[in-house]
């Protein structure tokens, strides 16, 4: 996606024809206002979804309109640049101009509202969705790891728990005779090999081993350090919780990388790099690997072989680390969440009308409007499964921006599953429930830190630029063991002390 400094709003405003039936404030209503005449249409909601874009633009209002026209809404959407989007959310909310339901983009742009949610600019929604039939389906353990003080104030968007893995193109292992890494050392192996034996067979060094981004957690940095050893954000050491860059696995993924971009075997200024930048060094045919969400592996798929014809690729996540031991690591079980802001929501009553709009985005029909787009447009059904049409530009343009959005997950929504036609994608599909065996979780996921909900994102940004600075060679470990230090006296001791406290073995 095109970075900018400045974001961009866009608005969209359609029409709705359903009628809905409305109830009193005291029941769950349904998604649309009450009629003044019983024999009247009843009136839509209106209300305004802030959301982060992670497409180039915007999108069209043809899955809108069918939103709408399903749940009688009148939707105002502002959609701004993923790239920027913790900026032009802070400042909206310092100005007070926030709307009805605000998106966050990940956990750690929901950490960073949390002091916003303890000063009462959120509703607590937790005591409503009892009132709701679909939205009381959300699964229990992953609405607990959203509470803040226990309550609860968010839906959220499901995701895979451990869907991380390796993407690669097998016909360069194949040419190389190299099997699928078992360990470490293989995926190390096979690495050197993509970058040094001229996998392309072009006569030249012109490709690397793989491809990473300016993402220390949902890049290839967190999938190999659990691989490595590396607890999932924090770890017990000792008897308590310590934070995962206190553990001599840390150091020694760290090394890993190091050593990866010493040899060039990684895309050097990796640290600098976009997402967008990294797919490209995959699919134009730089990259023989990419780390990170397997079912990725069929976007990834469509725009190599438009470069390389002749591409194969393959997936692959059983990886053992020096203890000889798999590890997955493991999401929290939500992508984002969404938020419903009480300066733009001033009464129960509409309140109640808004979740009466997501409790529907949670039945089947909605849901796969949401996740899919339209049928026969978008999407066709084979075996009672979603097939994307082949028209990926299509998708990205009308249907993406509103996936992205959606509530729940494929089992409490109804929504189809996909249809998966590529061979890596049905293993990539298998492999994301295999891993779940292995799962490392975050232990403190559900706990509360006021320290960290305070400082804990700035603190953070201590070990992300000292971590890089390791990798890249400006800073030894001795100066890495400092910045923790640093980290520790700067509020880290108290985040801490605070997670123990709390802490339940």
Not at 223 to 244: I, M
Not at 325 to 351: M, Q, R
Request: hydrophobic residues 35%.
């Amino acid at each position: 996606m095109t970075k900018k400094k400045m974001s961009i709003s866009l608005s969209v405003l359609l029409a709705s024809s359903l009628t809905l039936a409305a109830c009193s404030s005291e029941k769950a209503p349904a998604a649309g206002g009450e009629a003044a005449n019983p024999n009247e249409p009843a009136k839509p909601v209106e209300f305004t979804i802030m959301s982060p874009l992670n497409t180039a633009e915007a999108p069209t209002d043809t899955v809108k309109n069918e939103l709408e026209r399903l749940t009688n809404t009148k939707l105002k959407y502002q959609f701004f640049p993923a790239d920027t989007y913790e900026e032009k959310l802070n400042a909206t909310l310092a100005t007070g101009a926030l709307p009805e339901v605000v998106y966050l983009k990940n956990q750690a742009t929901f950490i960073t509202m949390k002091s916003a949610i303890r000063d009462g600019q959120f509703w607590e929604i937790g005591p409503y969705l009892k009132d709701y039939p679909n939205l009381s389906k959300l699964k229990p353990d992953v609405l607990n790891n959203t509470k803040v003080d226990g309550k609860l104030y968010s839906l959220y968007r499901g995701v895979d728990l451990t869907r991380q893995g390796i993407i690669y193109r097998k016909d360069w292992a194949d040419k190389l005779g190299l099997k699928a890494p078992e360990t470490t050392e293989d995926l190390y192996a096979m690495m050197k090999a993509f970058a040094e034996n001229d996998p392309d067979g072009n006569g030249k060094k012109d490709t690397i081993g793989v491809a990473d981004r300016n993402d220390l957690v949902y890049g290839a940095f967190k999938t190999v350090g659990a691989w490595l050893g590396v607890p999932n954000n924090w770890g017990e050491k000792d008897g308590k919780l310590q934070p995962e860059f206190t553990f001599p696995e840390y150091i020694t993924a760290m090394d890993y990388f190091k050593k990866l971009r010493d040899e060039g075997l990684i895309n050097k200024d990796f640290a600098a790099t976009s997402k967008t930048d990294q797919v490209k060094l995959f699919t134009n045919g730089t990259a023989g690997m990419y780390i990170g969400a397997m079912t990725d592996v069929e976007s990834l798929h469509k725009d190599l072989i438009k470069n390389v014809p002749t591409a194969v690729i393959d997936v692959h996540s059983m990886v053992k680390g020096p203890d000889g031991k798999y590890k997955a690591w493991a999401l929290p079980g939500y992508a984002n969440v969404l938020l419903f802001s009480k300066a733009a929501i001033k009464d129960e009553k509409k309140l109640r009308s808004i979740l009466a709009f997501y409790d529907k985005m949670m039945t089947p029909e909605v849901a796969n409007v949401a996740f899919w787009g339209l049928k026969d447009v978008h999407y066709t059904v084979e075996n009672n499964k979603a097939k994307k049409v082949d028209n990926k530009e299509l998708i990205e343009r009308e249907v993406k921006p509103f996936t992205d959005g959606a509530v729940g997950d494929d089992d409490t929504s109804g929504r189809y599953l996909g249809l998966a036609t590529l061979q890596a994608r049905v293993k990539a599909d298998e492999l994301k429930v295999e891993n779940q065996k292995y799962a490392v979780n975050d232990p403190t996921a559900p706990l509360e830190s006021k320290t960290n909900l305070e400082k804990g994102v700035q603190l953070q940004e201590l070990i992300k630029d000292a971590t890089y600075k390791y990798i890249y060679g400006s800073l030894d470990k001795a100066g890495f063991e400092k910045a923790v230090e640093n980290w520790k006296s700067r509020g880290g001791s108290q985040i801490i002390d605070e997670f123990n406290a709390v802490y339940k073995k």
